[in-house]
């Protein structure tokens, strides 16, 4: 077998796309309720902070629709080569798992996680377009081709993600709801148990002065 410098180069170079994830596929009707099971951290924010050296990044919550955490920023970087690391300012619906005592979320590549611009993954520029005049025919005709598809599968993505948005709105707002009745359910009971111990206590106190009110009688 003949050594390759242009294969030894991309093994070297490029080691976050030598090994891959083997993810289940999830068909969309459940992908968002699996998403919420198998994280701790579900929210929609927005990066506002990459370093793709560090392999690190920073999101900005909007909104948390599952976990606890109390500050409005949450930092995250890639762990393995099965995480996403967000390298695009955009928005996003992050499922994720906290690392290193809660401190830093990991972004599984097997998880919904979604940002509202595709092709973000990737962090090779895109080819220098080529002179108008130097394009033959059926390279005008590919690339329209292209553009087409790119435009098809943008606007899928920006529908999805939407879809995506409203389902854990849902989820959230019944959420709160649940947790709304329980919180007036312990209240109902916790009413409850104060009327039946007054009830108790009357009785007793009844009890109590009917017993003085007989001893007084019988030591007349």
Partial sequence: MKFSPILFFLFICLPNYSFSCECMPIDRENMIEKGLKQSEIVFYGEVIKVDSIKRTFTFRIIELFKGKYNSQ???????????????QKQLWIIYADFKKGKIIIDISGCSPSMGFKPYQNYSFPPPPPKDHLLISK???VNLLSNYVWELKYENQNIQDWIYHLEKLRAYKTFENQN??????????????????????????????????????????
């Fill in 138 to 140: 059926d390279e005008k």
């Fill in 73 to 87: 920023y949450i930092k995250g970087k890639e762990f393995t080569s099965c995480s996403i690391l967000p390298i």
């Fill in 179 to 220: 947790l709304e009745k329980e919180k007036q359910s312990k209240i109902e009971s916790y009413s409850q148990y104060i009327i039946i111990s007054l009830i108790v206590n009357i009785v007793l106190f009844l009890i109590l002065l009917f017993v003085i009110l007989k001893k007084k009688n019988f030591s007349k």
